[in-house]
Nanobody, 129 residues
Framework: QVQLVESGGGLAQAGGSLRLSCAAS????????MGWFRQAPGKEREFVAA????????YYTDSVKGRFTISRNNAKNTVYLQMNSLKPEDTAVYYC??????????????????????WGLGTQVTVSS
């Protein structure tokens, strides 16, 4: 089973940028669809962005569209989340998730936590106003 380690979190000012990375090991990374989720204090874990294992199809939750970009580098076994125009409401622990052979060329429905079997431990993102 793939193991995931997130990095790149930290403190940013509103309007600023951060890039999260998620390094995968012990698996055929190119066979895994990848997702980013986040969990704010007292709230449920929510979907942020996903990228399919084939074709590179992406899907975003509405609140981050146009601000966040998910991408992957299969040669480096890494998925990224570029976060621009950050807002205080983006403050949360961000988790990377993986599932083998999830979806085909298109992601047609909102991903959920139940779609993914492998999770990282998370990285804290704090956005100050």
């Amino acid at each position: 089973q793939v193991q995931l380690v997130e990095s790149g979190g930290g403190l940013a000012q509103a309007g600023g940028s951060l890039r999260l990375s998620c390094a995968a090991s012990r698996g055929s990374f190119s066979s895994y669809s990848m997702g980013w989720f986040r969990q704010a204090p007292g709230k449920e874990r929510e979907f942020v962005a996903a990228i399919s294992w084939i074709g590179g199809s992406t899907y975003y939750t509405d609140s981050v569209k146009g601000r966040f970009t998910i991408s992957r580098n299969n040669a480096k076994n890494t998925v990224y989340l570029q976060m621009n125009s950050l807002k205080p409401e983006d403050t949360a622990v961000y988790y990377c998730a993986a599932e083998k052979f999830l979806w085909g060329h298109e992601i047609t429905t909102m991903p959920t936590t139940g779609n993914f079997g492998s999770w990282g431990l998370g990285t804290q993102v704090t956005v100050s106003s």
